[in-house]
Each structure stands twice: as C-alpha cells, then as structure tokens.
C-alpha cells in the first residue's frame, strides 16, 4: 500500500488529517487504498485520537518503503528544506502549502523532484483552496500569460473590508481579525505584504517559467492605509485592497512585480472580493481573461488543496513537474520609483 | 512522432488549428515535439493555408499510427458519436468540445477510454476557456461537492446583459446578440435553455458521479423575460439571469437540477458576470465555497480548452479519466412544481 506521512502537526497539519479521515473514501476510489502511516511532530498530542501514528524522528519517513508521499506543513525554511530535499532524493513526493519554502527554493525543489521521478507540488502554497496552481501549470497549456492580479492574503482584505464597512480605525480591525483568529500575534507578514509578495512570486514563476524572488518585489503593506483613504477612494467609487501584480510584455523579457495597496473601482471584479476570501484574475493570450475566487486559508480550505496534490502524487507514476522554473537574476525585473497616490485597477 | 487529428473546421477547429500554431513552442515543450497532420472536413478550403491537410475520408485517421490524439470539434451526434468511438477503440484519445455528445453519452465514452487506455477528455465542452471540467476532476479529489450554480450560457446572458443596461426589448436583444455573432440563426437551444442544461448535466455528472441526462432537467428559457421584469428586479436589489443549478443534499442520493431566470441580488458573486461571459459557482466539503470566471464561448477561448486537452492526452500514458460516470435513472431526480415568481439567489 502506498502510504503518506504528515510533517507538522498544527493547524495546517490537523485539517490535513482530519479531512483525511473524513473523505478516505472518495481519497481511495481516486487514488487507491492508502492510509497516514506517520504524523512528524516535536510535540506529544496525547489527547489526539491520532496519538498513535505521532513520530518525533524523521528517518524513520525517509527509511520507510511503504511512503509515497509526503505533506510537508511545517513552514519555515528549517528543517523544512533539508527534509525536502531528503525525500525527493529518495523519490518520495512532496506537497506543500510553504509558501516560504516555494517562493525561496522553488526552482531547486522542482527540478530535484524531476531528477528523481518525484513530484513537488504546492498548491496550498498560493491562494488556499483555489487551484491557482494547477490552473497555471496545466489548465492554461496553450497560453502565453500576460498578466496575474491577485489578493493573495485574506488577513490584509479582512482588515480593509472592515475598515471600509464598518469605519473602524486599521488598529481595530487588525485586534479583530487577531480575536477571530485570522491574524497571528505578530501579524508582520501580512500586514507589510511579505506573504503576498511570496505568494505573486509563485504564481509569476508558474506563469512565466522564470525563478522570481521575493525580495526583488516593490512591497508596500497596508499599514498607514486610513480611514480618511478609504472615505476618498469610496467617493470616487472604489475601494482599497492589497493587490499583487505580476506583467509580462509580450515578447519582452522584462517582468513587472508589485504588491500594494491599490484603488480598486466598483466595477472590477476584484472589488467584490471581501473579507477572507482570495482572488486571482488572470490574462491569457487564447483565454482571455479568467478570474479564480475562494478562500485564500483556513483549516479546512487549506487541506483540500493539500489533499488534492496528494491524489495527484499517489496516482503519478512519475513527476507531476511538467515545467521547470529557470534561474534568472534580478535585472529581469522592471524597477519603478514610488509613485504619488495608489496605483488604480480600473 | 505522435500527431494531432482535427474533426471539423468550422470555427472551434479553425481557432484550434490557429491558436496551435501561434503557440507551438509553448506546446512542444509541453508536450514534446508534435504537429495536426490531417484536418478532416466534408469541404475543401482551397484559400487556407493549411488547405493541404485537410481530408474527407476518415478512415485515413482511424488507420494512421501516428494520430495519438483527435480534436473532435464537429458538434451534434451523427457522425461525432460513430467516429469518436471508433477512435477511442484504436486507443486513440479523443478531446471534443460537443457539449451534446458528452451529455449524451458522457458515461459510456469515458468507459469505453479506460478500457482502452487512452483519454476522452472534454475541458472545451462547458465554461468556455475556464477550466471548471479539470477542475471538478482533479483539483477537488477530497471533497463532497455539494452544489454548483452557473451562468453557463453567453448568449443569453449578453441579451439580459443588454435588457438591463441598455433597456432593450427581448426581441431587440436577439437581433443584436446575431448580428455581433454571439447567437446563431436559428437561436433555440440558447434561449430555451437546452444549452445550459447539456452543461449542468455535464457539471452535475462530473461532480456526482452519476450519469444526469439533460431530458431530466426542469429547463425554462428567457423568452418571457419581459423589461418590466427587469425593472422589478432592479427596484429590489437585484438582476435577472439564466442559472442553471445542480445539487445533492448530504447522505442524500436524489439531485436537484434546474435551468431558468432566477433574481439574482447584487452582492451574489454572479450578479457581476457580464455580457458573454460564464461563471460557475461550486460549494464543496472542504474548499467551501469557489467561483471560477471567464469567456464562456468564442474562438480563441474554446481553442485554449481544446489545446490543453491536447496537451494532457498527448503527455498521458494511460486515461486520463480519473472517475467514471455510474448509469442511474431518472428517479433520482428531485422533481419540483414550477413555482410563482422567479427564483431567489441570495
């Protein structure tokens, strides 16, 4: 039986597990019988009713012939990176959902998984429960890809939904999304953008084939967006949301990556987007323009992106990685001075 | 070298066999080295350029080694139901954008794949370039679908789009919708509904596992719409659209289907599709709630669902059709008294 091995045993990890259990059924007509051999976790969860399949040492997943797969839901660079790179060398797949890990070491990992007959995949890495991923590497097969626009982080669209309709002052609304759980105690991340700039890093080098990093994205976070912005925007008819933007010129080499806060027009498709939810417009040269929504996290949302890769790779009899993402160097991206104002989607 | 057959050169096969070349590179390294060696069409076209290829007896397709994959873009039942089986019981993979075909004999073509280890795939049937049919197949494997709400038609809902915005009758709608080329002559299977209740089914299938026949589905058209009732709709909040609606209720093995104008109010994510444009709503286990959004008909659109289908079969080993569709009877369906007024999405 070709068995999965869980890395990481927080809430990513729980959801995983849980819907595991609940769907095993629809799982194994998909991808046949299988079952969670061992959770990885530094912690004793003695109350859990999955107690039992609790490991702390790694080598017993590595040195084990019966696992295909495994789901690496750690976060973090360490040990996250090295377990990767340990299984793929030993030709057992690995999903995802760190973006961290992706956005950083994406190209490696990828062309690794290749080397070895192995997958990589990451599809709770960007947008939570929306198959951006997929939707990119295989769906659009026969499309140049212009342009991405997303809200990529559903804390930052939380925190403006409820400063536009409820008037509430950034600080409040970010004390409440903390209470309800959406946004860590030290909400960094997200509130500066690094998690958006992660996340479009991605989904630019999915579409354009090119390794982009993080750090060469234009980042402004939402921080000093006030009340008074959003009563200007709301008189001109828009709202206010961080939107990330990757472009490409058609025959051009040079790409455009931002994250930012933008004036987004009523009229826009992205405009509807509230609250948690996720959004990612796409522009294709045979397509056109499509746009993906759902929820961009959660316990729940978050395992059914991770669940779906790991159908993928039991079912593969080889790598699922069809392109491989090329090192490039920063002078790929077009640099843009700081502008007055925020940029509009109109 | 494994080659593509195309089956119609109409305009789906015309955008096809064009958007094929405009991104052959793209494809190739997809999909390895390939090429359209036959395009089989009862006319000649002694004005295209690749008049060469085209052929009228079909045989030299069925019989040829080196077709790995036919494009079935003929539409209707007779001959495309004879000649796919034909192909797909030489092994030769079949991908079509016959909405008719699949609907009808959706089950016992994907059966008649598996059996003989290639692929009937069907992306370009249902939601135009938005890739809702890989979707439902692969990127939800662990979840129970629950419900899916679409605005699968393009025609009429660029007619309602224009009784809305522009105050038009029905009638001169119509004549717009034809003379921008969006509707056909005779404009039946649009207006009444057919169409989009081909599409649920296929929807409904995919997600349900169970074969649902368009025959079975309660379908009512647009033709009564009036401006009257557009302006009723508006003073409540509210637009009318064609939706087409499939769901099954938990532990539950009956199906509610239906296709007919429904109140949709403005804060619904499908208030805002537009003019030719799809949507298809899905509400599942895990992900909750999705919207995938994008060109529902048109050349190039349809070619990018037609090419990635190419692009899959192509790099496949085996079938690609991951679930078959169990044969049911129309006692499974929920069956509902048509109601005063219309129905209410909230």
């Known amino acids: 039986m070709r068995k999965i091995a869980i890395l990481g045993f927080g809430t990513v990890g729980t959801g995983a597990v849980e819907s595991f259990y609940y769907h095993k059924d629809l799982i194994e007509k998909r991808a046949g019988e299988t079952d969670i051999k061992y959770i990885l976790d530094i912690r004793d969860f003695p109350e859990s009713p999955y107690k039992d399949k ?56 990828i062309s690794l998984a290749k080397a070895n007959g192995c ?63 959406y946004a860590e105690k030290d909400p960094t991340d997200d509130i500066s953008g690094a998690d958006s700039a992660r996340k479009i890093c991605i989904l630019a080098s999915l579409a354009f084939g090119k390794h982009i990093k993080p750090e060469w994205v234009r980042t402004v976070g939402i921080d000093r967006v ?16 961080l939107v990330a933007v990757a472009s490409k010129e058609p025959d051009s080499e040079k790409i455009f990556i931002t994250v930012e806060p933008h004036l987004v027009c009523n009229n826009h498709q992205l405009s509807v987007v509230s609250d948690v939810f996720n959004a990612v417009m796409v522009d ?22 991770v669940l779906t890769d790991v159908c993928a790779a ?3 009899d080889g790598s699922l990685n069809n392109d491989v993402w090329e090192d490039c160097e920063e002078d790929i991206i077009i640099k843009t001075d700081g502008q007055e104002g925020l940029p509009i989607l109109e």
């Open 54 to 109: 609790v490991i702390h040492d790694f080598s017993l997943i590595e040195n084990d012939p019966e696992i295909a797969v495994a789901a690496e839901l750690m976060g973090g660079t360490n040990p996250a990176l090295d377990f990767t790179k340990r299984l793929l060398k030993k030709g057992i797949s690995v999903v995802t959902s760190n973006k961290e890990l992706v956005a950083r070491h994406g190209a490696e990992l």
């Open 284 to 305: 294709a040269s045979s397509a056109g323009r499509l746009m993906f929504y759902g929820r961009g996290a959660g316990k729940l949302p978050t395992a059914s992106a």
């Open 119 to 181: 997958s990589y995949l990451f599809e709770a890495s960007t947008g939570g429960a929306i198959p951006i991923i997929r939707t990119l590497g295989d769906s659009l097969s026969a499309n140049v890809i212009y342009k991405i626009q997303g809200i990529l982080n559903g804390t930052t669209n939380f925190i403006l939904t409820k400063m536009l309709e409820e008037q509430m002052t950034f600080s409040d609304a970010l004390k409440l999304a903390q209470d309800l759980g």
């Open 314 to 316: 039991l079912t593969a």
């Open 226 to 241: 006030t009340k008074e912005d959003m009563a200007y925007a709301e008189s001109i008819g828009a709202k206010i949301k």
